[in-house]
């Protein structure tokens, strides 16, 4: 009986139990072996290199694929700008055609041509037709197009900085994790310590017919043994989801450590709700999508205004033809009077007045662009002053959303601390009755056997405070989030 109690004094106290141990009688007994169906924590890699929290956030920023695609969607909002921008340039349209036309082939005559293609009778023609226009005013759709696309680019910024608030939040639960891990990591090694190697000695007390416990203290421990066993392996779990999600996040190819969770760093507890309710005014990036919504649906209104006017605009075009060919000679009628049938027109041939295969034009002036459709385009200006309205409803609606989601977030933080001041009672009361319980051991001599009780609920509260404080930490990362800032410490 009083091994397993000062087992238990070894699992929660090794200072306090070192003094007690060095109260019992020395054992003069070989070092018991473990059996091969022992589950003890991994022994720790020596020398990995620590990973701080400021390095991993900043290694998955830069490496996350989110992060990736969003700045390839600013970069083309950016490129969208750019048109916006120079919709005033002047628009360039030129046509070239090269063909091949019938030589000395007489006009408006069909037969003649195509004996000319089919004796390969003909040469080459060259065409280009060239015209420009250059906008001069139309009734702000550029400048609005401009505003439209500048929006545009302030919308793929905001998206970017809501993925950059989504993986600050995952990396710092995987941290918190991770360093979870290691503290309880800790613990079940100054167990493991203890543990293994005094159920062996007891085991093979037992075996040699030693009497100095009873089967009851025994079967005690051997339920206390299994039942660590069970904590290092969800602790063995929870390190590796911990671990793999930070080596996703920040895409590292080496092992790495991480500093365990302390169990005594100062908590800042939560700030009243208002002030992260302004906080979200100012910050969150929903919000202020939503108000370049709004923007976006006022132009929109603008635009199709607009399309009730025309757009005027300067147009040159210039053109020319050049061929070796010519065509053929044409019939000259000589009539002695108007209403007189041609005569001797055998002999009298002459070229055509205009030749089509060689011109050179050029033309400027002003023009207006006007697509009269009062009815559909009043239709369209009313649907964009409805979807204007839409939007105003759903910002309102999502105002209120919004200030929920805070609330419910800035209560989930503050329960957490709360649980960890709670916690910390505990932990102080059990660390009392733990210790009131070892000075009468040494004082007093009393029935060790009632210490069991308060020594487990020691360990239980060192594992719950440590817990709580996770928690608390989680909370306060995905309060942050709410609010729209990375940290809120």
């Not at 003909?122 to 420009?132: H, S």
């Not at 203890?194 to 005690?220: H, N, V, W, Y």
């Not at 895409?251 to 979200?280: G, I, N, Q, R, W």
């Not at 916690?423 to 210790?435: Q, T």
Request: hydrophobic residues 45%; negative net charge.
């Amino acid at each position: 009986m009083n091994r397993i109690v000062l087992l238990l004094v070894l699992m929660s106290a090794p200072a306090f139990a070192q003094e007690v141990v060095q109260t019992e009688p020395a054992k003069d007994k070989p070092a018991p072996e473990k059996t091969t169906t022992e589950v003890a924590p991994e022994a720790p890699v020596k020398d990995l290199p620590v990973l701080d929290l400021v390095t991993a956030l900043e290694l998955a920023r830069a490496s996350s694929p989110a992060s990736r695609e969003q700045a390839a969607k600013i970069r083309k909002a950016e490129w969208q700008q750019f048109r916006a921008k120079y919709a005033w340039a002047p628009k360039l349209q030129s046509t070239f055609a090269f063909s091949l036309v019938p030589s000395d082939v007489v006009v408006d005559d069909f037969g003649n041509s195509l004996d000319k293609y089919v004796n390969l009778n003909f040469g080459p023609y060259l065409r280009n037709d060239t015209k420009v226009i250059v906008p001069l005013y139309t009734f702000d759709r550029i400048s609005i197009a401009q505003d439209l696309a500048a929006i545009g680019v302030d919308v793929a910024r905001l998206r970017e900085f809501e993925s950059d608030l989504d993986i600050t939040f995952e990396v710092h639960r995987a941290y918190y994790a991770a360093q979870l891990s290691e503290a309880f990591s800790n613990i079940l090694k100054e167990v493991s310590d203890i543990l293994k190697p005094k159920l062996a000695e007891m085991a093979e007390d037992r075996e040699f017919g030693g009497t100095s416990f009873s089967t009851k203290d025994f079967r005690k421990l051997q339920i206390a043994d299994a039942e660590f066993d069970g904590r290092v392996i969800d602790n063995q779990k929870l390190e590796l989801l911990a671990t793999e999600g930070l080596l996703y996040f920040t895409a590292m190819k080496t092992p790495f450590s991480v500093p365990a969770l302390s169990e005594s760093e100062p908590l800042t507890p939560p700030k009243p709700v208002a002030h992260y309710l302004d906080l979200a005014r100012q910050f969150r990036p929903d919000l202020k999508l939503l108000a370049k919504a709004l923007e976006a649906r006022g132009l929109a209104v603008d635009m199709a205004r607009s399309n009730f006017y025309p757009n005027l605009a300067f147009a040159a075009s210039f053109g020319f033809g050049l061929s070796t060919e010519t065509l053929g000679l044409k019939e000259v009628c000589r009539k002695p009077s108007a209403d007189a049938e041609c005569i001797d027109t055998n002999d009298l041939y002459a070229r055509p007045y205009s030749n089509p295969l060689d011109f050179l034009s050029v033309t400027f002036g002003l023009g207006l662009e006007w697509n009269i459709d009062f009815v559909q385009t009043y239709g369209k200006f009313r649907e964009a002053d409805e979807e204007l309205a839409e939007t105003r409803a759903q910002r309102d609606r999502a105002l209120g959303a919004i200030e929920l989601d805070i609330k419910r977030l800035h209560s989930d933080a503050q329960a957490a601390y709360d649980k960890v001041q709670a916690a910390e009672r505990r932990l102080d009361a059990a660390r009392r009755w733990r210790d009131q319980f070892g000075l009468s051991v040494q004082t007093a001599g009393a029935d060790i056997a009632d210490g069991i009780d308060p020594l487990r609920a020691h360990v239980e509260a060192r594992v719950a405070l440590l817990q709580s404080r996770f928690d608390f930490f989680v909370a306060e990362a995905a309060l942050a989030k709410g609010v729209g800032v990375h940290d809120l410490r």
